[in-house]
Nanobody
Framework: QVQLVESGGGLVQAGGSLRLSCAASGRTFRGYVASWFRQAPGKERDFVAAIIWNGAYTYYADSVKGRFTISRDNAKNTVYLQMNSLKPEDTAVYYC????????????????WGQGTQVTVSS
């Protein structure tokens, strides 16, 4: 099985940057889809970004395209989310997720989840 731990969240002003990390143990990410989701208070958990086939393909929600970059380092068994030009509407708990057979944007198809890391963007 896979255990996931997110880190790198915090408080940042609008226009700033954060880099989130998702460290995996138990198995390598190789052969898995690795994704980031986010959930704001009172809202559903929404897809943010995904990376598959050892970085050959990446996908982004329209709301973050051009600002966020997902990447993976198999040697470190870690997935990253570089977030630039942050906006107050990016405020949410960010979760990493992984599985080897998913509907990419559907959170209920992922087996492995981290505990989440809070990102707060102030005006």
């Amino acid at each position: 099985q896979v255990q996931l731990v997110e880190s790198g969240g915090g408080l940042v002003q609008a226009g700033g940057s954060l880099r989130l990390s998702c460290a995996a143990s138990g198995r390598t990410f190789r052969g898995y889809v690795a994704s980031w989701f986010r959930q704001a208070p009172g809202k559903e958990r929404d897809f943010v970004a995904a990376i598959i086939w050892n970085g050959a393909y990446t996908y982004y929600a329209d709301s973050v395209k051009g600002r966020f970059t997902i990447s993976r380092d198999n040697a470190k068994n870690t997935v990253y989310l570089q977030m630039n030009s942050l906006k107050p509407e990016d405020t949410a708990v960010y979760y990493c997720a992984a599985d080897d057979g998913v509907v990419l944007k559907a959170p209920n198809t992922y087996k492995y989840w981290g505990q989440g890391t809070q990102v707060t963007v102030s005006s």
